[in-house]
């Protein structure tokens, strides 16, 4: 591929001498004095004493080679050929690098009155000179800085010159030089080039559309080595996957609460059922709400009875996701709005449910179950008074294991009874209520503040007290809302931002309503009922996606592409003449001068293009600052009630210096003291 010329060792050798005899020390001079023709001799026999892939030190400095590419002839640059755009020349001379075995650098250019470019330079890459990086002489810091031993520039002068053909578009190649001072690449290192590791717009399609299944570009990369058959067929690296999320993100972060506000308004505008509000703390976002048309016609069909609880780790501003859940006719959860805080308070909760309500036309549900928590309570006694405020029994019971200590905690039949009475369906109130009593007193409980505070809520947790109302697929717990935030979180990461949180929900909600569809043609169920026979209402129910004409033809044109291929994969002479096709079509668009060339580099239309949004050139709206909810922020696992109440009756008691026994009292609270005491006072 290459023929080295090499330059007259006689004239270097005569170099080496001179400066030898002009050293000032005799002694030297004495002892290391040569001829020329000993010293040619001397590094002739160290030369032939070399293998051929270790040259001699002597060689390697006094030799300096240039290599001729070995390209066919047709393939060459002539001097006063003429393209019909510069865009066309420059992608010929790129063609001739890549069959070279080397890699182009467009370089300086001159213009016409500052508009059309006279001349254009394109220059092989690791030609010019390398900018010498500034040196602190007086830095006192320790730390040496490591030498790049990778350069690259080398002062290449392998070039092109292209000229404009006067008062026309043209160009002409008007010098061309072509001898390089490196190696060039062989065949077997293309794979690694850096033209190879160019990303398509497909494969950045694929990194992106893979984000919004939780998965991350190390993995990306993988998959996409196994569905191309090999990591030497996917040309890029998983730092060039790596680098566009980076970039992606870089270019999104500022915009982000912007970015979301104007893509759900933009729902909202094209969808007018579809319902989206938010506000705003100052030029910060605080709270969104929204529900599209087929989470209403859901809310409206099994929305007596509702959960929601919140989620944490779902963005990198730990904004809290509130969805609202309902069971449908297929005792499957569903949702039927959904919202974001900021902060956890009683005010942001109170504008949640009444954006919700406002959504679902002022129709609240007839029970509301939550958890313990404080804030929710208070927000639902205000804003829906009417509905019954149910509490998650599953959270109650988890919280009796740390309410009980000592022979309680591992008495088995203590354990039995309570939950018994506790989870029986088939009670009434005032046969609950004996039978509660019974154990309280019978294992000495009348003290314990837990018991007594859950025996006051009774009418909001216990089923005895809801053997009246229909409870939708037996909602006795959150455990909905905790399976929903478990779905919803197989998708978004924690350090996600807004947008891309809201792409892994579109995904998620439409893996739940496939599921609904799959199962309504099973059963052959009708589809929900609407407010308007209205068109629009009905596709809007049935596809959630809203792919604009471009996308619908990309994809066509996949499917195209592959049902092709699945035709023609298994007959030798249809699979070649298919490809000749394809090369053909691809050598027509390459040859089209409005295309331009694909680079690894991510710009703001590029982001806009992949994650189908327009990138907004006044900011209004920024994203809130990071929050420390409850639930949120905490590195190492939360340990449960169980846990801890498990870990503390396995930790050894005190003596008590009364009784002498293993016991959780002391002198003081002592109940053999106690009595004595009684005792005393009462004789």
């Given amino acids: 591929m290459s023929h080295p010329k090499e330059i007259d060792k006689s004239i270097a050798t005569d170099t080496i001498i001179a400066e030898i005899n002009s050293s000032p020390n005799d002694e030297q001079i004495d002892s290391i ?26 060689s390697n400095i006094i030799e300096e080679s240039e290599y001729k590419p070995d390209v066919p002839t047709e393939f060459v640059p002539v001097v006063n050929n003429v393209f019909k755009s510069l865009n066309l020349a420059v992608k010929m001379y790129t063609d001739y690098a ?61 070039k092109i010159i292209f000229e404009n053909v ?19 690449e062989s065949i077997e290192e293309r794979p690694y080039t850096k033209k190879a590791r160019n990303m398509s717009y497909y494969e950045k399609e694929f990194e992106v559309r893979a984000s919004k299944a939780k998965i991350s570009p190390t993995m990306a990369h993988k998959i996409r080595a196994v569905l191309k058959g090999g990591y030497e067929y996917v040309g890029a690296k998983v730092t060039d996957y790596k680098n566009l999320r980076r970039g992606v993100n870089r270019i999104l972060c500022y915009n982000d609460a912007q970015i979301i506000i ?9 969808y007018p059922n579809d319902s989206f509000e938010f506000l705003r703390d100052g030029d910060l976002l605080a709270t969104m709400f929204w529900a599209d048309e087929r989470e209403k016609a859901c809310y409206a069909e099994f929305g007596e009875v509702i959960s929601f609880d919140a989620t944490f780790r779902t963005n990198k501003y730990k904004i809290v996701f509130v969805p609202f859940t309902a069971v449908d006719h297929h005792k499957k959860s569903v949702t039927v709005g959904d919202g974001l805080l900021s902060r956890e308070t009683i005010e942001s909760y109170e504008w949640l449910l009444k954006a919700f309500l406002r959504a679902h036309e002022g129709k609240a549900p007839k ?37 009980i200590t000592g022979d309680l905690f591992k008495n088995k039949d ?56 229909r409870m939708s697929g037996l909602m006795k717990t959150t455990s909905r809302s905790e399976s929903m935030n478990s779905f919803f979180n197989t998708y978004p990461r924690s350090g996600n931002l807004l947008l891309h949180f809201m792409m892994n929900y579109d995904t998620a909600i439409q893996k739940q309503r496939n599921t609904q569809q799959e199962l309504d043609h099973q059963k052959k169920k009708a589809v929900y009922k ?11 129910a049935k596809v959630y996606t809203r792919d604009s004409e471009i996308n619908r033809s990309i994809n066509q044109a996949y499917y195209n592409f592959e049902a092709c291929l699945e035709y023609v994969r298994k007959n030798k002479e249809k699979m070649d003449l298919f490809v000749k096709k394809t090369e053909s079509m691809l050598k027509e668009y390459e040859n089209d001068p409005t295309n331009k060339l694909q680079k690894n580099r991510i710009d703001v239309e590029d982001v806009g293009k992949l994650m189908g949004i327009t990138i907004p050139k006044d900011i209004d709206i920024n994203v809130p600052n990071v929050q420390s909810n409850k639930g949120c922020g905490k590195k190492s696992r939360i340990q449960s009630a169980t846990e801890i109440a498990y870990k503390n009756s396995n930790k050894q008691t005190r003596r008590c210096s009364g009784c002498g026994e293993r ?16 005792s005393s006072k009462a004789t």
């Fill in 98 to 158: 890549e069959l070279a075995g080397f890699h182009t650098r467009l370089s300086s250019q001159s213009k016409y009155n500052s508009q059309i470019i006279k001349e254009k330079y394109v220059i092989c890459n690791r030609g010019g000179k390398d900018k010498p990086k500034p040196c602190d002489t007086l830095a006192t810091s320790s730390v040496k800085s490591k030498p790049n031993s990778n350069k690259i520039i080398i002062g290449c002068t392998a």
């Fill in 663 to 678: 016991a959780p009292h002391n002198l003081w609270t002592c109940p053999i003291k106690l009595e004595v005491e009684q």
């Fill in 530 to 540: 609407f407010n308007s026979p209205r068109p629009i209402e009905k596709h809007a």
């Fill in 414 to 469: 203590f354990k039995k009874r309570f939950n018994k009475l506790v989870w029986k369906m088939h009670i009434k109130p005032d046969e609950f209520e004996k039978k509660w009593d019974l154990i309280i007193n019978e294992f000495n409980l009348e003290d314990k503040r837990w018991f007594n505070d859950m025996f006051e809520l009774r009418d909001k947790w216990i089923l005895a007290y809801f053997s009246d109302t």
């Fill in 166 to 184: 006067y008062e026309t578009r043209d160009y002409k190649v008007k010098k061309f030089f072509e001898m390089h001072n490196h190696p060039l």
């Fill in 262 to 270: 104007n893509k759900m308004n933009d729902r909202r505008d094209h």
């Fill in 33 to 58: 004095s040569f001829t020329s023709e000993e010293l040619q001799t001397t590094i002739r026999i160290e030369g032939e004493s070399s293998n051929s892939t270790n040259e001699s030190y002597c």
């Fill in 367 to 403: 029970i509301v179950l939550t958890d313990q928590d404080a804030t929710i309570k208070q927000a639902v006694e205000s804003v829906v008074p009417n509905s019954r405020h149910r509490l998650c029994m599953w959270h109650i019971m988890k919280k009796l294991q740390a309410n």
